[in-house]
C-alpha cells in the first residue's frame, strides 16, 4: 500500500517513513500541504495520508479539511507532538490521532492496520 | 520491531543544533523587536521540531526541555505573555540547557534528566506564574535586587548539576577550527599514505598486465570463432574500464598525498625565530657586535626535516658568530663596519628549500686550513699544497676538523661540520655547499627537499637491474649518438648546452659483474646512448643508463640497519612488480666520479719548454667545463687558474701573469670577446696567445673572435684534447 507522510521537519519525517515502510508500505513524502496536494493528484495510488499536525501556513489538521472538502476520502492520521484528544474533540472525523514519540514504532503500524481494517469493513458493508 | 530509529540520533544533533543556532538568533532578535510575530513564530517552531524528533527517539531529557521553552514561546506567540528583559535571560537559559543535552548526545554520553529547576521556572513563565512567585520580575525596575538573585540561583543551579556541562558562552564564541593531532598519529597516516599509494603501482602493474593478455594470440581459439571474439571484446571492455579506474584512483590520490603532506608542513619559522635574538647574545658572550638578518621563514617544510634542521643550522650559525665574524678591531682594520652582518635566508628552488647562512666575515683561511689538516695528518703536505681552494674548503667537513685556535664554548665541540654535512646528506636527504669568499665572507647553503615522504623517483635499467634516482637530482635525460661522446683527458665527456659535463659509465662505477653485462650487440638495439644527467650545484655528471623504466611518486624506504653503511645507496622503493629497487644517492656518485677522475689522471711534471711551468688562465661559467679544461691542461704540465666569467678573468688576467688565456664566449658580466678586446689593451697581454673555445660555430662568431684578436677560435664539438694542447704549444712556442 502506497502512503503519503507529511512533516516539515524532514528528519521527522523520514523517521515515521521508516516506521511505516518497515511494516512493508511503500512511502510518498511531503514536507507540506501544498506539496502533499500536488502529490496526491500525481500520485493515483495513495491509499493514506498520515500528517504531522503542527506545519508552517496549513497545518495538518487544516489538510485534513481541505481535503474532504474536496471530496477526497482518503483514510488520514494525523500526528502531534502534543496532546491528541484536543485534537480529536476538534475534529472527530479524523481516522486516527496519536501523539509523535518513541512508542511510533508501536502505535503507528498499530493505528495504520485498525483505520486500513475500519475502510475494509465500511467498503465491506456497502 | 527490527526498526532501530536510534540510527537517526546523529541526524538529530545535526539539526538540533541548528534550531538551537536559529533559537539563540532569534532570542537576540527577541531583545530589540520584542514584537516581531515572525520571528517569535520562527523561534517557536525550532522548539517544536526539536520537541517532536526528540521524543520520536525517546530523548526525554531534551523532549522535556524543549517543551518547556515551547511553552513560554507559544505564550509569547498568542501574547498571553509578554516579553521582559528578565524573560528573555531565563530563555536564553533554556537554549543553554537544551544545548548542552544536544551537545552530550553527539558526545555519545547518557543524557542527564532535564533541569528540573530550569524546567519549573520555564512552566512557571509559561503560565504567567512568575508574576506571583516572583511578584517583581514585570512589576519592578531591573535594578531590584531580588531579582538578579533569583536568576543567579537558577544559574547556579545549572552550573552545579554535575553531568551537565556548564553552557558556556565563551566557548561557543570561538569555534576552534584547528583540532590538535598526536605528532606519530600524523606520521602514522602519511606512511599509510605512502603505503597506500605504493600499492596503487601495482594496480597500475596490473592494467599493465591485463593489456598484454589482450594482445595476446589466441591462436586456435580464434578458429573457434564467435565465443573467442565475444571474449576478446569483454576483454577490451574491462580494459578500459580497469583503466578508467585506475586513473581516476590516481588522482584522488594524488590529492591525498598532496593534502596529507601539507598537514605535517610547518613553516622555518620555528627554526629561525629565535635565531635572530640568539646570535646577538651568542656575539655580547664574545665581544663582538653581530647584527642578523632573517629571511624566508615562512617558507614550509615537513615537520620530519624541520626537526633536524635545527641543529645544524644552529651549529653554522655558532660558526658564522665564533669563526666568521672577525674581532671589532680586525674589522676596523680591514675597513669595514664593526658591526658584523649574518644573513639567514630561505628560498624555494624547484623541488627544494634552499636556506642559506652567511656571514661578511673574514671568509675561510685557506692556509690556515691547508696547514692545519697537514698538522692534524689528514693528508701529507704534498697532497695539501696541490689541492685548490675548493677542495680545501671541503676539508674542514672531514670529522674531527675545527679551525678555531681556542676551543671556545660556542663551537668548535662535541659537533663538528662533519655533524652538520651528515645530517643534511643522509638525513635529510639534502647537499651542502660552501662558496667562500676570502676577506669578504662565507656562505653556507643548505638545500633540502621539502618532504622525506614522497619523492618523484626515475627507475632506469642497467644491464638489466633495474635502479632508482630521486628527482630531484636529475637535470635531463637525453639520448646522443655515440659520435658525439668525446675523449678529454682521458676520459669522455659530451657537450651539453655549451657545457662539457663528464660521462660515467653507471655499470663500470658500480662493478656489476660481467656475467650481467649485455654484450654491445644488445645495446646497439638503441640509437646511440641514452645519458641521465645528474646534478648537486653546479656539479654535473651523465650517468650511461639502458632505459628508462618508470617515473612515480614513491615512498623511499631506509636501509635496514645493517646496509646503512652503503652510502651510495640512499634507500629503496618497491615496484608494481613487488620488486626492491635500490635508489643511487647521486651525492656519493658525483664525489666516486671525481675522485676516480683525479686518480686516473697522472699529472705529467714535465713542463713545457724552457723549464719553468707555463701558466694558462682558463675563463668559462661553466664548472664542468673548467674543471676538464683545467684537466687537460694540468696533464700537459701547464699551470692553470680558473675564471668564472670574463670580469672575473679580466681581473685575475691582470692581477696575475698568464702566459695564454682560454675563454669561453657566452658568460655573465662580460663575454669572452669583450675579454678578448680588453686584454689586448693591455701592454701584458698584446701579444699573448688568447684562444676562445666556444659552441658557436658560425663563420661571423669565428670572424669576430678573430677580429677583437684572438690567436684561435675552437669550436667545442671539433673539441680534442691533443687540438687544444697542439695549438698552445705552437701558440707559445
Known sequence: MQILVVDDDSLACEMTAAVVESVGHDVLLAENAVDAMEKLSAAPGIAMVISDMNMPLVSGIDLFRELR?????????????????????????????????????????????????????????? | MALDLKKFEARFVEEARDHITRLGDGLDALTHGPSDSENINCIFRSAHTIKGSSRMLKLIPITDTAHHLEDVLGALRDGSLAYSPELGRLLYRGVDGLSALVERLAEGGELPAADVSLCNALAQAAKGESISVQPKISGNSFSSPDIPDILGAQVSDINS??????????????????????????????????????????????????????????????????????????????????????????????????????????????????????????????????????????????????DKLSDPVLHLLRNAVDHGIEEPNVRQTAGKLERGRITLSARQDGGWVVIEISDNGGGIPIETVREKAVRKGFLTEEKAAALDEHEV???????????????????????????VKRCIVDDLQGVVSVENHPGAGTCFALRLPLSLAMMRVLLVEICGIPFGFSAQYVTELLRIPQSEMLI??????????????????????????????????QRKNHEGLLLLVVRVGNDKLALVVDDLLDEHDMVI?????????????????????????????????????????????????????????????????????REIEKDVLEAHGYLVTLAEDGLDGLRKAQ??????????????????????????????????????????????????????????????????????????RNLLG
Open chain 2, 488 to 521: 678529454v683527458a682521458e676520459r669522455q665527456v659530451v657537450i651539453i648546452r655549451n657545457e662539457f659535463v663528464p660521462v660515467v659509465t653507471l655499470e663500470d662505477m658500480l662493478h656489476i659483474p660481467p656475467q650481467h653485462v649485455r654484450s654491445p650487440q
Open chain 2, 655 to 728: 692581477q696575475g701573469d698568464f702566459d695564454a688565456v682560454l675563454t669561453d664566449v657566452e658568460m655573465p658580466n662580460m663575454d669572452g670577446f669583450t675579454l678578448t678586446e680588453r686584454l689586448r689593451l693591455d701592454d701584458k697581454y698584446r701579444d699573448k696567445p688568447i684562444i676562445i673555445i666556444t659552441s658557436r660555430a658560425k663563420e661571423e662568431d669565428k670572424r669576430r673572435g678573430i677580429q677583437v684578436g684572438a690567436d684561435a677560435y675552437i669550436v667545442k664539438g671539433d673539441f680534442d684534447q691533443s687540438n687544444l694542447v697542439d695549438i698552445l
Open chain 2, 393 to 419: 674548503v671541503e676539508l674542514i667537513f672531514l670529522p674531527g676538523f675545527s679551525t678555531s685556535p681556542i676551543i671556545t664554548d660556542i663551537s668548535g665541540r662535541g659537533v663538528g661540520m662533519d655533524v
Open chain 2, 557 to 625: 624506504k631506509p636501509l635496514p640497519e645493517h646496509m646503512r653503511r652503503l652510502t651510495m645507496v640512499s634507500g629503496m622503493v618497491t615496484t608494481g612488480k613487488n620488486e626492491l629497487v635500490d635508489i643511487l644517492h647521486v651525492p656519493v656518485l658525483l664525489e666516486m666520479a671525481r675522485n676516480a677522475r683525479s686518480g686516473a689522471l697522472v699529472h705529467r711534471e714535465t713542463t713545457a719548454a724552457g723549464g719553468a711551468p707555463l701558466r694558462v688562465l682558463v675563463v668559462d661559467d661553466s664548472l664542468n667545463t
Open chain 2, 161 to 306: 548539576m554535575p553531568d551537565l556541562p556548564a553552557p558556556n558562552v565563551e566557548s561557543k564564541l570561538k569555534t576552534p577550527d584547528t583540532v590538535r593531532v598526536k605528532m606519530n598519529k600524523l606520521d602514522e597516516l602519511i606512511k599509510l599514505m605512502g603505503e597506500v599509494i605504493s600499492s596503487h603501482a601495482r594496480s597500475r602493474q596490473r592494467l599493465i598486465d591485463i593489456r598484454d593478455i589482450e594482445r595476446m594470440d589466441f591462436g586456435a581459439a580464434s578458429a573457434a570463432g564467435n565465443a573467442s571474439s565475444k571474449l576478446k571484446a569483454c576483454l577490451h571492455r574491462f580494459a578500459l574500464t580497469l583503466r578508467e579506474d585506475v586513473l581516476a584512483q590516481e588522482l584522488l590520490m594524488n590529492e591525498l598525498h598532496s593534502k596529507a603532506l601539507i598537514m605535517r608542513m610547518l613553516p622555518l619559522s620555528i627554526v629561525f625565530e629565535p635565531v635572530g635574538r640568539m646570535v646577538r647574545e651568542l656575539a655580547d658572550s664574545v665581544g663582538k657586535d653581530v647584527e642578523c638578518i632573517v629571511s624566508g621563514s615562512e617558507i614550509e617544510l615537513d615537520r620530519q626535516l624541520i
Open chain 1, 69 to 126: 472538502s474536496q471530496g477526497v476520502k482518503l483514510p488520514f492520521i494525523l500526528l502531534t507532538g502534543d496532546n491528541p484528544d484536543g485534537l480529536l474533540q476538534e475534529e472527530p472525523t479524523l481516522d486516527g490521532c496519536m501523539t509523535k514519540d518513541f512508542s511510533i514504532e508501536e502505535t503507528l503500524p498499530q493505528m495504520i492496520a485498525d483505520v486500513m481494517a475500519r475502510y475494509a469493513a465500511n467498503s465491506g458493508a456497502y
